[in-house]
């Protein structure tokens, strides 16, 4: 399409920062209406009368009509009771911003309705629609602002693909590489598809249309990590993704099932009718009953269909579908976030330009996952929330292990990715919701900024490979100093119980909730060491990236020859990021400015909270306690937690320093030190073999299995029952034939012959014996004729 | 002979066959002209179909969507032609039949467009394509059981020669393969049909049901009816058999005419035989494992526009009986086998999921997703979730049964289209080798494109046609068995895997691997014409399904309320024990009400617990029918047993 398709690229970065726009407005309308903090703050108290939200617009035409619809479906809002102490305990440390009992009777504002049926039948109803929440909000104006980033940038990092490309990766038959048509256009279709889907699982309004946009967000990074389809890897990569992905489907579907054979509804918020009365009541609301005080307890529908079934104990039965349905939405979520043991698509990845990891890894897909679990939580029972925790735990020890040896700039990105949704993961399972969702967000600041900034290097250098980097800093001043925040951020830098990056909010509060937990129940108080040991290794390989690849002197001077600064349609959005990474959790309250629960992110956050997820809630199948998120902003577990987070970076970065800048130890001695454990982490705990070898493989040879039974069991059975009919009817006919038929045949001829052989006797030639005869004929037709006839 | 839908369906009908007449008069020579008027017949035959499916067009027959007519069979004609024998010519519509009606004319329109590379006795072939289209046609609008079994015998021939004469290397050993199965199912369809026939008695309908079955216009004329048969008092033998589907339909459910054994006292009921025949001959055309050989070697030999009648079409008319014949007249079969078929619908889908994996022909690979894709469709109609213990709620059943007639409609998109794909390569290249290809999505890319969706379409991917129906028919089978939604649940990572690969193997890549690479060339106009509908159909259908249930729905849902009417007689304890006061005011009344106009029904318990015995000894029990088994088995009122002893006898 040549330098036409740039109009390609204006479309879309227009499109998607004309939805950021709108999401911002959005989200002021919000502030406006409900302010910033959680609901039992006096100046949101009045908050109760309805105050029309604009819709957070898709890029799409569409979200223009759509918007049109949602103003005139007139939103109900739920009125916003004031805070009555149930729960004594409640933790106030004298910020205001936010206290534990007001959780559990304060209904979250949320504004939901469908736009259209796609299947309806009786009472059941599968449909597109929207729910709207702080956590909506926010979302999309995350979303939104980050994809804008990476929009502008791909404007730049794709303009090769405005004229013709020779691919250097690919080498033909006949030797040469690979010289293709650009597809600069088809890269921004399908970006702006991929926006389009990821909005649309956050504006959700049931699960099953969050499985729709799932699905999509499925087949996008399909199209985008297999974006330069010439190549094999990219291909094999973009089928993994997906496969492994569906995988996690599967798991989905059966929640799905779990959810509507019992309770016959999708919907978050509830079904309404046409008047706007909720006719039926939503997910949440069957298993988090508003009189009940949103506690969790096994709906109404479970139980009848545990009857259904024949259980003994209907309760307990409904109690475990409840938790077939929570593990099974988790399924879905440990595979579109990558989370052990379905993490293996995600570093295959890095196959497709890096624009796209930017997005796959911070603000899209891997997001929705953990996006879904925040979303979903209400719904789950404590023994889920658990092994989402111990999943979340095991990610992210392995992921990190796997970073400190892979070499490939985007790989580190890409298993420190994997790692960092572990804790959010892991927070969510121990009970921080707010610790997670947080930490998604400040993840997907300085995640992208990270991936931006390694395809500038890339960009400029024109490998992957770190061990052929190093010395850049000095060529390209702002990617270097960029990335240094990005890392600064993601290892949680900061002054303890003072101030410090996005990431040191997020995973401090991560940390104090683990603390809590593990004070908690005992028994799985190891995760929390885990957590923060992961929290070293963290900064230890994300600092030897940085180290390898901008300090020290040049490995390979020609590369570094070429090596320049990005354009500035390319450092312009880094910049932008880099802002964010530093001061988006940070609070905006200068009085409160050392109480992480001051900033306002975190206080919007709490204003999306599910309802009843604000108190401590014991399991019934497992022993194991969720404790209140509010009780880790204790100030001994906080300042524990602190401490501890501050010491395993540090002590991560002094090692990574060591190694990598003052060169103090070398790396290849510790590298054959340590071989047995080196060549397990180099081949990722031997995961892509492993799954080979006990899912493909069988696979395949089932099926080949199953054609050949049909061609050797049941066309053989076929075609040899065909031989012997026909053998049969042949074999039959001819018995037939030569017995019967042939048989009467030559019976008669027999017989005829010997009939004339006697009567040749008669034929004696003498006169007087034939006149007797003819005589005697005479005689005896005559009298024949006279008695026999006239009788 | 003043019906107003007697001539134009007929003539509608009968077109393509009329077609096929005025062509023999044309010179074989004149190839181009043959096929420009097999196409225009094509077209006005589809023309006709939409003008009837467009609402708020008068003049004529259409289908209607009014809230009365919309459940109803519509259009109806009957026109005696063998009385001695009450067999009749006798036609209509409703909303399983009519959108199958229109995607036959639908995809022989299009078949019809990709036969231009037919270059052998191109005469011939325009005329076997018209008469298949017209038996196509007729089998879905007959309505009695031997008009029905002709036009299914009229629609095989064509089949046979069009595969056996212009098919690949191998055709004469498909074309076989594909007549002998066809013809198995076909005469054991017919050993059923018989004896459903000499064990009708329509005078033991009531005369609400005779108006239902169509025997009678309204009830006033029940009188003048009855009083021209030989009354069911004075003369019991003289039986009023009938060919009428919609009578069989009545009879099934209302009376024990069905019930009697046919061989020794206490055994197999005459439904069940007859069901049992009928489902074999249905699941041959679907086709499901293990029955299901032909489809492979037949789609592999046959031409294009042939594969894409075969897989859109031929396969449809076994899901369309099983829902139009073998439910509604043998209930009690159905409910005692539902099981037997949910298991024959997940083995397809998971063996044929499997075996497509395992393909190196494009063509093999695509026939055995076929397999796969109509399991869906035999599962979605077998779940019968709707019993006593849930309360009767059928929702979920009518969730499953609608899903499947969506994927019937969706996957006669999906898979022509597939067919057509490979044919467009096909007629290029001349090889179907999945490893010689390679590099296509840059040497054509339009193809390429529509190819994704297409392929995507068959794959399930949300906003595309497969979706919708791949997923009501999983949901719902959660509440029939729940083994066999987690195995139906799992299918949906063989479909990617096949798909994906089969896709990366074909459209990806640096280059073509394979023969006759200077012959890729970019899609003609008459090959643009044929994809692209397909692609707005998979995409319309995948965003606004409810475009599609507006129109069949409404059937469905009184088809399967009507099944569930009859299991509330047969199990009417569950309305004395109903946990919910709510629907139990409902119950009873129904079933009072329905109850004056049958005679006093209830199973055979002797039957009842042999059967399940039977059931119990097959592992994986569905939980819903042992819930079922339990609740019967703790009502035995023994007076009923032996009136039912009574009518088995005279059955």
């Known amino acids: 399409m040549g330098a036409s398709g740039r109009g390609a690229g204006y479309v879309a970065t227009g499109a998607i920062l004309g939805g950021f726009v709108l999401s911002l407005a959005a989200m002021i309308c919000w502030i406006d209406a409900h302010g910033v903090t959680a609901g039992h703050h006096s100046d949101a108290a009045d908050s109760g009368h309805a105050v029309l939200v604009p819709p957070e617009a898709s890029e799409t035409e569409a979200s223009k009509t759509l918007e049109t619809r949602l103003v005139s479906s007139a939103p109900i809002v739920r009125p916003v009771a004031a805070a009555d102490g149930e729960h004594a305990e409640s933790h106030d440390g004298g910020h205001g911003a936010h206290s534990q009992g007001a959780h559990t009777t304060t209904t979250k504002v949320a504004y939901f309705d469908d736009w259209y049926t796609l299947v309806g039948l009786g009472n059941l109803k599968i449909t597109i629609g929207y729910y709207i929440d702080a956590l909506t909000v926010v979302m999309f104006c995350m979303i939104t602002l980050i994809a804008t980033c990476i929009h502008f940038y791909a404007m730049g990092y794709m303009h090769e693909e405005l004229e013709d490309v020779t691919d250097h990766e690919v080498t033909l038959s006949n030797g040469e590489h690979l010289h293709r048509k650009g597809r600069y256009y088809r890269f921004f279709q399908y970006m702006s598809l991929f926006c389009f889907s990821m909005l649309g699982i956050v504006i959700a309004g049931n699960i099953a249309m969050t499985f729709i946009f799932w699905e999509l967000v499925g087949i996008c990074s399909y199209f985008l990590i297999g974006f330069y389809i010439e190549r094999k890897s990219a291909s094999t990569a973009a089928n993994k993704a997906f496969i492994v992905n569906r995988v996690g489907d599967v798991g989905m579907i059966i929640g799905l099932m779990a959810l509507w054979g019992s309770l016959g509804t999708f919907s978050f918020g509830g079904e309404k009718n046409g008047a706007g009365e909720i006719v039926k009541p939503g997910l949440f609301e069957q298993v988090r009953p508003e009189e009940e005080g949103y506690q969790l307890q096994t709906p109404e529908g479970m139980e009848k269909r545990a009857k259904v079934m024949g259980a003994e104990d209907p309760a307990y039965t409904g109690h475990l579908l409840l938790v077939v349905a929570g593990l099974g939405i988790f399924c879905g979520c440990v595979g579109k976030s990558a989370q052990f043991p379905l993490h293996v698509w995600l570093p295959d990845a890095m196959e497709g330009p890096t624009p796209v990891s930017a997005l796959v890894h911070s603000a899209t897909m891997v997001a929705a996952g953990v996006f879904l679990v925040g979303r979903f939580y209400p719904m789950f029972t404590p023994e889920v929330l658990l092994i989402i925790a111990i999943i979340g735990c095991i990610t992210l020890f392995m992921a990190a292990t796997i970073a400190i040896t892979a070499t490939d700039i985007k790989r580190v990105l890409a298993y420190s990715t994997l790692s960092q949704l572990g804790y959010m993961m892991f927070a969510l399972g121990v009970g921080g919701w707010v610790a997670g969702m947080l930490h998604l967000i400040t993840h997907a600041f300085f995640k992208s900024l990270l991936f931006m900034c390694s395809g500038s290097v890339i960009h400029a250098v024109h490998t992957n490979e770190m061990p052929q980097m190093g010395g850049l800093r000095r060529k390209m001043p702002i990617t270097a100093y960029t990335m240094l925040i990005g890392c600064l951020a993601i290892i949680g830098a900061g002054v303890p119980t003072i101030v410090g990056l996005s990431g040191y909010y997020s995973k401090d509060a991560i940390l104090a909730q683990a603390l809590h937990f593990g004070k908690n129940n005992a028994a799985w108080n190891v995760m929390f060491y885990v957590a923060a040991g992961g929290a070293a290794i963290t900064a230890f390989y994300m600092f030897r990236l940085w180290f390898m690849t901008f300090v020290g002197s040049p490995r390979e001077q020609h590369r570094y020859d070429h090596a320049h600064e990005s354009p500035r349609v390319m450092w312009m959005p880094l910049a932008v990021l880099a802002f964010f990474a530093i001061f988006i959790a940070m609070p905006a309250d200068i009085e409160n400015f050392t109480n992480p629960a001051a900033s306002p992110l975190v206080q919007m956050l709490e204003q999306g909270r599910p309802d009843g997820t604000g108190v401590d809630f014991s399991g019934q199948l497992a022993a194991v306690m969720m404790p209140n998120e509010h009780g880790s902003h204790d100030e001994e577990i906080h300042l524990t937690a602190g401490m501890i987070a501050f010491g395993t970076a540090l002590s991560g970065l002094l090692l990574a320093c060591c190694m990598y800048w003052w060169r103090l130890i070398n790396p290849a001695e510790v590298r054959s030190m340590f071989a047995p454990i080196y060549r397990f982490l180099l081949n990722k705990w031997w995961f892509d073999e492993l799954y080979d070898k006990i899912f493909i493989r069988p696979t395949l040879w089932f099926g080949r299995c199953a054609a050949g039974f049909d061609r050797g069991c049941i066309d053989w059975l076929i075609d040899h029952l065909a031989v012997v009919t026909r053998w049969f009817t042949s074999g039959f006919d001819r018995w037939i034939d030569q017995t019967f038929v042939d048989g009467l045949a030559n019976w008669i001829a027999r017989k005829t012959y010997r009939v004339g052989l006697w009567l040749r006797k008669v034929q004696t030639g003498r006169l007087r014996q034939y006149v007797v005869f003819i005589l005697v004929g005479t005689v005896a037709m005559y009298l024949l004729a006279t008695f026999g006839l006239t009788k | ?651």
């Not at chain 2, 009767?392 to 969706?410: E, L, P, R, S």
Request: with cysteine; aromatic share 12%; net charge negative.
């Open chain 2, 1 to 651: 002979m003043d019906n107003p839908s007697l001539w134009p369906l007929t003539i509608l009908v009968f077109l393509p066959a009329i077609g096929s007449l005025v062509l023999l008069l044309l010179p074989r020579e004149n190839t181009e002209i043959i096929k420009r008027v097999s196409l225009l017949i094509t077209v006005i035959v589809f023309g006709a179909t939409v003008v009837m499916a467009l609402p708020g067009i008068s003049g004529g027959p259409h289908f209607s969507l009014s809230a009365d007519a919309v459940s109803q069979m519509q259009n109806v004609f009957q026109v005696n032609w063998i009385p001695v024998f009450d067999i009749q010519y006798y036609m209509g519509m409703d909303g399983i039949s009519f959108p199958l009606f229109v995607l036959t004319a639908f995809i022989s329109m299009l078949a019809m467009g990709a036969s231009w590379s037919i270059k052998k006795h191109v005469k011939a072939y325009c005329v076997l394509f018209l008469i298949l289209e017209t038996g196509m046609l007729g089998v879905f609008l007959a309505l009695d059981f031997f008009l029905f079994f002709v036009f299914w015998e009229v629609m095989l021939l064509p089949m046979y020669f069009l595969i056996g004469v212009w098919g690949g290397p191998r055709r004469e050993y498909a074309a076989i393969k594909f007549f002998l199965y066809t013809m198995l199912g076909g005469v054991l369809m017919l050993i059923a049909i018989l004896m459903l026939y000499f064990n009708s008695d329509l005078r033991e309908l009531s005369d609400d049901q005779l108006v239902a079955g169509h025997v009678i216009a309204d009830a006033g004329q029940a009188e003048a009816w009855r009083a021209g048969v030989p009354s069911l008092e004075k003369n019991p033998d003289a039986q009023q058999h009938t060919f009428n589907i919609l009578a069989l339909q009545q009879l099934g459910q209302h009376t024990k005419q069905f019930s009697g054994s046919v061989f020794t006292e206490g055994g197999k009921s005459i439904q069940w035989w007859a069901f049992v025949l009928l489902f074999i001959g249905f699941i041959i055309k679907v086709p499901s494992v293990p029955v299901h050989t032909w489809l492979p070697d037949a789609h592999v030999e046959a031409p294009t526009p042939i594969s894409m009648i075969l897989a859109g079409i031929l396969l449809k008319m076994g899901g369309y009986g099983i829902l139009r014949i073998c439910y509604p007249i043998c209930p009690e079969a159905a409910y005692d086998l539902a099981w037997v078929v949910c298991s024959v619908g997940v083995l397809s889908m998971v063996y044929g999921a499997f075996a497509a994996l395992a393909q190196n022909d494009f063509k093999r690979m695509v026939a055995y997703s076929s397999v796969s894709h109509m399991g869906y469709v035999v599962l979605g109609l077998g779940v019968w979730s709707a019993v006593e213990a849930n309360g009767f709620n059928a929702d979920y059943w009518k969730m499953g049964v609608n899903g499947a007639m969506f994927q019937m409609i969706a996957h006669g998109i999906s898979s022509a289209g597939m067919f057509f794909l490979v044919g467009v390569i096909y007629d290029r290249v001349h090889h179907r080798d999945l490893n010689k290809f390679g590099g296509l999505f840059a040497k054509m890319p339009v193809y390429g494109g529509i190819a994704m969706v297409i392929f995507f379409a068959g794959l399930g991917l949300p906003g595309l046609c497969g979706f919708i129906g791949e997923v009501l028919v999983v949901l719902s089978t959660w509440n029939f068995s729940i083994i066999l939604a987690v195995l139906s649940a799992f299918v949906v990572i063989l479909t990617a895997a096949y798909i994906l690969w089969a896709i990366q193997r074909v459209y990806l890549g640096p280059e073509y691997k394979g023969p006759h690479p200077e012959a890729l060339t970019p899609l003609t106009s008459r090959e643009w014409s044929i994809a692209v509908p397909l692609c707005i159909f998979a995409i319309v259908l995948g965003v606004y399904p409810q475009a599609l249930f507006n129109y069949m729905s409404p059937s469905i849902n009184h088809t399967v309320d009507e099944l569930v009417d009859w299991q509330k007689h047969q199990q009417p304890s569950a309305i004395a024990e109903s946990v919910d006061p709510p629907d139990h005011d409902g119950n009873v009344e129904t079933v009072t009400s329905q109850g004056k106009d049958t005679l006093p029904e209830k199973r055979s318990l002797k039957e009842d617990n042999e059967e399940s015995l039977q059931l119990e000894s097959f592992g994986a029990l569905p939980a819903p029918l042992q819930a079922t088994e339990a609740v019967r088995e703790r009502a035995p009122p023994p007076e009923e047993t032996t009136v039912v002893g009574d009518q088995t006898e005279r059955g």
